[in-house]
């Protein structure tokens, strides 16, 4: 098969990206950062780091901490702010050809309606990924996320005010993945992204003491892929919304297994860490199984996996 | 600017109980690097350890394309560094972070080192020398096999005051016990890099005496290239804002720095 006959192209509810490939939220800044060393036009989509209404200092380090095959985080969410990404980061992007995917993150439903109300109409932003692993200030501080009819709430206000796609981002750290997945989708969803960090911790043997100054964080990496996975592969088979799937790909391989467990798209994180140019590999890497195996369109092998 | 490059090592080998030296052919990073960079070092091919080291630029000589680095083994990721060998490759990015600011030539610079905190020192001293600057190098370790980089530095030209704890050879004592009240600070410049009790008391002589210096900090890192936001430190206690070791350091100028 011939190169020009491949589409790898994709549409995650409205959202189009010209490959599957995306970067995930929080691991690669707002591109920029990496721009010496891929080529970001050849990208699927770029997710921006989470935004919040205002600027947000985040946690006292220590911030980060390797696992076995993986790393906790807690950021906290450092941000400029809504408008600082607006005026300085996002014209960066808008110069490139790719698709942008914002980020944002609130605690109340009043902030997520705000910053889907901003974000209207600003030129250059394909779609809304809504972080939904935030604690909801009104609810005595429980995640959104964990809670389906918040859940479905949170995706409700955000479509009333936004025009744009609405994915919202689902954690893992829940029960009943497919519970949350039914909400999303009542709340009007277009796509869902999953599966966001899975929350762990460490503790130093010498001082007696959690590691990371917010004591929880987020695992992510290839310790987390089989979970991943797992809920992607339970959600493709219930839910009817497309999914950009991740959590530890570090390889294509990796990639083709999260599409044939029925993520649509995948989004690459922790590994832009480990290979800078990781999301460029991966979609090399697909064109070459799609040459291999004579798939013209790589929607044949979504779900494939899925036994129904 | 930074890239990605596999390096071929062309010598590895063990200088202290715990020390290696790695010399690697990287022409197109070598040509990049600062003094004061660092590289970002894949220390296997394996999911685990997953994340990349920071190391510090050692040594480069940028006409034969090669790049040094000193390394203690202190974990799972430098232990792993010290089964490659030679004709293997080593996976690096770089140079990242902001390095040394080079003083005007008719400056006296001292560059304080602690332990492997040396290896930074080593090619800022190179790259003094060639300026033209008078360069003396004060180097503490816990013992005399530790003191692994006086050889590189009196190669390079930088004469080198050996400190040990246990009075194994040269002074014996902390390697500030070496700070002495200057003649003539103004025509002084002072860079540190070791444990941070050293340093905080090289950055209390700078601040006594007025002396223009900088630090280089470490800090737990993932990306290395300012994208993460790991990497935060408050240089001072009561400033609001976190910087990034990773792209708004590793140096900082000693006077914005609270230890
Ligand atoms: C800018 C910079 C330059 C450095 N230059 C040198 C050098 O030239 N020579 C040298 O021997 N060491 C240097 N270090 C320290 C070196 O990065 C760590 O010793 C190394 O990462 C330890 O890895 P490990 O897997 O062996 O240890 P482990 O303790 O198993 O590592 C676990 C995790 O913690 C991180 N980590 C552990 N110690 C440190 C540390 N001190 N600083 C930052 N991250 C750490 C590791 O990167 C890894 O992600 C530098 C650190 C920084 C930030
Ligand atoms: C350092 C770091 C910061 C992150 N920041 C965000 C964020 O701001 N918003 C968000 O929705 N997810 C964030 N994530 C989660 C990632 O986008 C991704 O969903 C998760 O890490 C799992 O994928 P991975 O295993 O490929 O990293 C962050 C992850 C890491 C490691
Ligand atoms: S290590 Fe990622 S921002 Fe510094």
Known sequence: ?308 | MPLQENGLVINHQQVAQDMYIMEFMAPAVARECQPGQFLHVRPGNTNDPLLRRPLSIYDADQEKGSISLLYRVVGAGTSLMTGIRENDYIDIVGPLGRGFTLPAPSKTALLVGGGVGIAPLVYLGRALIQRGCQVTAMMGAANENQLVAGDRLLEIGVPFLPVTMDGSRGYPGMVTDLLVPPVYPEEIVIYTCGPEPMMAKVAEYAQRYDIWGEVSLEEHMACGVGACLGCARRLKANDEAYVKVCKDGPVFNIMDVEF
Do not use: W
Request: aromatic letters at 4%.
């Open chain 1, 1 to 308: 098969m011939e190169k020009q006959d491949m589409d790898l192209t994709v549409n995650l509810g409205g959202i189009i990206m010209k490959n599957p490939v995306a970067v995930a939220s929080g691991t690669f800044g707002y591109g920029r950062e990496y721009e010496d060393y891929l080529d970001i036009n050849g990208l699927g989509a770029v997710i921006v780091k989470g935004t919040t209404l205002e600027p947000r200092h985040g946690n006292p380090p220590v911030r980060i901490f390797e696992t076995a095959a993986g790393m906790l985080n807690a950021i906290g969410l450092e941000n400029p702010g809504v408008e600082v990404f607006l005026n300085q980061h996002l014209p960066y992007l808008i110069d490139k050809d790719v698709t942008v995917i914002a980020n944002i993150a609130g605690n109340t439903i009043e902030e997520y309606a705000a910053l889907a109300a901003r974000l209207e109409g600003c030129k250059g932003i394909a779609g809304i990924e809504l972080n939904i692993s935030c604690p909801n200030v009104k609810q005595g501080g429980l995640q959104f996320g964990t809670d389906p009819v918040m859940v479905r709430d949170v995706v409700k206000t955000v479509k009333a005010n936004t025009s744009l796609p609405v994915m919202p981002k689902l954690s893992p750290n829940v029960t009943n993945i497919v519970e949350i997945a039914l909400a999303a989708q009542e709340g009007g969803a277009d796509a869902l992204s999953m599966i966001n960090t899975l929350m762990g911790m460490a503790i130093n043997v010498q001082t007696r003491k959690p590691v990371l100054a917010n004591v929880f964080g987020g695992l992510s990496g290839p310790a987390i892929k089989p979970v991943a996975l797992r809920m992607i592969y339970q959600v493709h088979q219930e839910v009817d919304l497309p999914i950009l799937g991740g959590g530890g790909i570090m390889n294509t391989l990796d990639a083709l297994e999260f599409m044939m467990a029925g993520a649509t798209g995948i989004s690459i994180g922790t590994g832009n860490f480990v290979n800078p140019r990781l999301a460029y590999d991966i979609m090399v890497g697909l064109q070459e199984y799609m040459q291999e195996n004579q798939i013209n369109n790589l929607n044949e092998i979504v779900g494939i996996a899925v036994q129904k």
